[in-house]
């Protein structure tokens, strides 16, 4: 059971979201009057200020400004930007995914520009070539054959990478690569 609440001014608002995820088994939307500490995931329109020592629940944002990544990484769990008009599947697949941890939103809402290249972070160019084909799901030897070097070339850059990022394993690379905004999925 994922634990939504709804902190929008808006009671209309509030009230059709209510509506909204009502459809989805899997999600309760709790009471105004609930601690946010309990929620999974808290919908909000408010301003980021509002909410940026909170660090309970994943955020979801719904706007239609440009949030870029920098400014999600200041706020720990805001990682969901949809914009006002989202269809009920689209919030509803968001507040899944946030609850397992994922970043959510579309690249216009969450990058400056979908064809400018995003920052590389602590990583080489090469690793964030690596890390990007990680995220796609990519085996070492797949890897390995899209960039043109061997797999034992592949395996430094992914340790390299865990070691850079602080991680243990690819799912967390791919994590903090979104967090940071180096990759894109």
């Known amino acids: 059971m994922?634990?939504?609440?709804?902190?929008?001014?808006?009671?209309?608002?509030?009230?059709?979201?209510?509506s909204l995820l009502s459809s989805d088994k899997a999600i309760r939307v709790m009471s105004d009057s609930l601690n946010e500490d309990e929620a999974?995931?808290?919908?909000?329109?408010?301003?980021?200020v509002s909410i940026a020592e909170k660090d309970s629940a994943a955020i979801l944002f719904l706007s239609d400004d440009q949030l870029n990544v920098e400014?999600?990484?200041?706020?720990?769990?805001?990682?969901?930007?949809?914009?006002?008009?989202?269809?009920?599947?689209?919030l509803i697949a968001a507040i899944h995914a946030l609850s397992q941890g994922l970043i959510v939103g579309t690249p216009t809402l969450l990058f400056e520009s979908e064809n400018e290249p995003l920052e590389r972070g602590p990583l080489t160019e090469r690793e964030?070539?690596?890390?990007?084909?990680?995220?796609?799901?990519?085996?070492?030897?797949?890897?390995?054959v899209a960039l043109g070097i061997s797999e034992h070339t592949v395996k430094?850059?992914?340790?390299?990478?865990y070691t850079k990022l602080n991680v243990t394993n690819r799912t967390e690379a791919v994590r903090e690569g979104l967090r940071g905004?180096?990759?894109a999925l």
């Open 156 to 161: 430094f850059h992914v340790s390299s990478i």
């Open 71 to 90: 400014e999600m990484k200041r706020a720990y769990r805001v990682w969901g930007v949809l914009p006002t008009e989202s269809s009920a599947e689209e």
């Open 2 to 18: 994922i634990r939504v609440l709804l902190n929008v001014s808006s009671p209309a608002l509030r009230a059709g979201l209510r």
């Open 40 to 48: 999974d995931v808290m919908i909000t329109s408010a301003s980021m």
């Open 181 to 183: 905004g180096w990759i």
């Open 128 to 144: 964030s070539e690596v890390i990007g084909l990680l995220a796609r799901g990519l085996a070492n030897k797949q890897i390995a």
